[in-house]
């Protein structure tokens, strides 16, 4: 028969953070549905998602929050996001 290939396909729900438009960050706290805060620094703006005092994921501007089937929330950069997944248009 011979080796095939084969394609792991995984649908996500993921929204990336653009910057600091009011209602672009009312849209992230209505997906992750958590507190979350904005720090300012050299390093440009970081969203912080807090999920518990010990539990925190950081973003920055471009980079992708994504949610998957069980509703476990993680970081992901651009590249990592764009090369891992494509928008399916329902």
């Known amino acids: 028969m011979g080796t095939k290939i084969y ?7 993921a ?3 653009q910057g600091l438009d009011q209602a672009h960050i009312n849209e992230i ?6 507190p979350i805060s904005v720090d300012f620094g050299t390093y440009g703006v970081k969203l912080r998602i807090i999920r ?9 501007q471009g980079d ?6 069980a509703g476990v929330l993680r970081r992901m ?8 997944y494509q928008e399916v248009t329902p």
């Open 52 to 60: 518990s005092n010990f539990d925190v994921i950081e973003a920055y």
């Open 29 to 34: 706290i209505a997906f992750v549905g958590m």
């Open 64 to 69: 992708y929050l994504v949610k998957d089937a």
């Open 7 to 13: 394609e792991k396909r995984i649908s996500v729900q």
């Open 15 to 17: 929204i990336q953070f």
């Open 77 to 84: 950069d651009k590249k990592s996001f764009e090369a891992e």
